[in-house]
């Protein structure tokens, strides 16, 4: 099992950023891909970033490349989100997550609860 746990979510004008961390406990999140996923209001689960085990590779949504950054520091069992260039679509609640395979959301099992993210325009 792999207990996670997000923080640093909030509210936030459009252009602003956030960074959210993910702090990992019980089995070893360096042994799991890690990802980010977003629900907005209405909308279904999506990927939005995710990093290897090493975090040599690495992967984002056309809809954040280029504004949001995803890293590791498997030391501290902690993943980070860095959201810049914030937009109000990016309005979302957050969650973090521990897979096998970087895209492969399926095979995500490990889940937090969630922190939210309200992007005002």
């Known amino acids: 099992q792999v207990q996670l746990v997000e923080s640093g979510g909030g509210l936030v004008q459009a252009g602003g950023s956030l960074r959210l961390s993910c702090a990992a406990s019980?089995?070893?999140?360096?042994?799991?891909?890690l990802g980010w996923f977003r629900q907005g209001p209405g909308k279904e689960r999506e990927l939005v970033a995710a990093i290897s085990r090493s975090g040599g590779s690495t992967y984002y949504a056309e809809s954040v490349k280029g504004r949001f950054t995803i890293s590791r520091d498997n030391a501290k069992n902690t993943v980070y989100l860095q959201m810049n260039s914030l937009k109000p679509e990016d309005t979302a609640a957050y969650y973090c997550?521990?897979?096998?395979?970087?895209?492969?959301?399926?095979?995500?099992?490990?889940w937090g609860q969630g922190t939210q993210v309200t992007v005002s325009s």
């Open positions: 019980g089995r070893a999140s360096s042994g799991f891909a």
């Open positions: 997550a521990a897979g096998f395979i970087l895209t492969m959301t399926a095979t995500y099992n490990f």
